[in-house]
């Protein structure tokens, strides 16, 4: 079965540094990887999607990804974070030809600090 | 911009009743999905819906839960007979094509008592 891990539960950071939330994913065919966020007491918002192409992808807010096939890996990365990023983000993986139900990570929580 | 829309946003039901959650998936949508997710767990695929039936489902959505599209805009979720266990955050979830993006609404906070 595919699973999907976010390796930190928590990433507390300083304001206007950089972060980087980490995405692996098992699966030995071809994916579709996304990131969502959610905001306190809201639903999830896609941020950013690999679908094929360029394995840099950029999404909303500053953010983007790169896939790394060989690492299996799809991680988050932002140059300068600020207060508001501060939510729970989620990686999510669809397997190619295999449905659309997309598995979800565990989530990191990003704690932006003044 | 369109988005998907969940009501309620909170729901308080007994153990043994019958609840009815809603959603309108945005409109020229054809793919839709229910998720769920209990408190400090994953989120979690329960099924898709695609031209009036299941296309797939996991184990979790098991003779308890039913689909249904009763019109042109709505898309329920409806679980017979709530258990304690039922208590989550529900999402519903929608795509343009199989294989696009899916757009989720602010979900629906279950509560079983």
């Known amino acids: 079965a595919q699973s999907v891990t976010q390796l930190d539960s928590q990433v507390p950071v300083f304001e206007e540094a950089p972060v980087e939330l980490r995405c692996n994913y098992s699966?030995?065919?071809?994916?579709?990887l996304f990131w969502y966020v959610q905001y306190p007491n809201q639903g999830l918002q896609l941020l950013l999607k690999y679908l094929s192409g360029s394995t840099l992808v950029k999404g909303i807010n500053g953010f983007e990804a790169e896939f790394n096939k060989s690492q299996t890996s799809f991680h988050l990365r932002k140059p300068s974070v600020h207060i508001s990023d501060t939510a729970e983000y989620f990686c999510?993986?669809?397997?190619?030809?295999?449905?659309?139900?997309?598995?979800f990570g565990g989530g990191t929580r990003l704690m932006v600090k003044p | 911009e369109p988005e998907v829309t969940q009501t309620p946003s909170h729901q308080v039901t007994q153990m043994g009743q019958e609840v009815i959650l809603r959603c309108v998936p945005i409109s020229n949508h054809l793919y839709f999905y229910w998720y769920r997710q209990i408190l400090g767990q994953k989120v979690e695929f329960l099924v898709s819906?695609?031209?009036?039936?299941?296309?797939?489902k996991s184990e979790i959505f098991d003779d308890q839960f039913s689909v249904e599209r009763p019109d042109g805009s709505n898309f329920t979720l409806k679980i017979r007979s709530t258990k304690l266990e039922d208590s989550a955050m529900y999402f519903c979830?929608?795509?343009?094509?199989?294989?696009?993006?899916?757009?989720f609404g602010p979900g629906t906070r279950l509560t079983v008592t």
């Open positions: 979830a929608s795509s343009e094509e199989a294989f696009y993006e899916q757009y």
């Open positions: 819906f695609y031209n009036n039936e299941i296309s797939e």
């Open positions: 699966s030995s065919v071809s994916v579709y």
């Open positions: 999510a993986v669809r397997v190619n030809n295999a449905g659309n139900m997309l598995t």
